[in-house]
């Protein structure tokens, strides 16, 4: 069974930086799609980024565009999200999600497999 576990959120203040990791076991990660979503209190869940299997395309929340990069490690079974310049309407749960059997991250909106959760909190 695939399992998505994230880890490096934490609190940081506005203008810091922080990365979240996420890492797929049970399953070829190079075969997804992986990505990146966030919810925060009172909200729906909503896309972050994504990556194609190889890492060569990248697609981001255009709120988030020029902060936050994605990025994956084949070898490793990992997706990073690299988040600077935080504000804290960055404040949420952040989920890592994974699609398999897709060519496009335009697919990862209805991703396989979902992780628990990883909480982000900006300060002002």
């Known amino acids: 069974q695939v399992q998505l576990v994230e880890s490096g959120g934490g609190l940081v203040q506005a203008g810091g930086s922080l990365r979240v990791s996420c890492a797929l076991s049970?399953?070829?990660?190079?075969?997804?799609?992986m990505g990146w979503f966030r919810q925060a209190p009172g909200k729906e869940r909503e896309f972050v980024s994504a990556i194609s299997r190889n890492g060569g395309n990248t697609d981001y929340k255009d709120s988030v565009k020029g902060r936050f990069i994605i990025f994956r490690d084949n070898a490793k079974n990992t997706v990073d999200l690299q988040m600077n310049s935080l504000k804290p309407e960055d404040t949420a749960v952040y989920y890592c999600?994974?699609?398999?059997?897709?060519?496009?991250?335009?697919?990862?909106?209805?991703?396989?497999?979902w992780g628990q959760g990883t909480q982000v909190t900006v300060s002002s």
């Open positions: 049970g399953g070829t990660f190079k075969l997804y799609v």
């Open positions: 999600a994974a699609k398999i059997g897709s060519s496009t991250t335009a697919t990862i909106g209805t991703p396989n497999f």
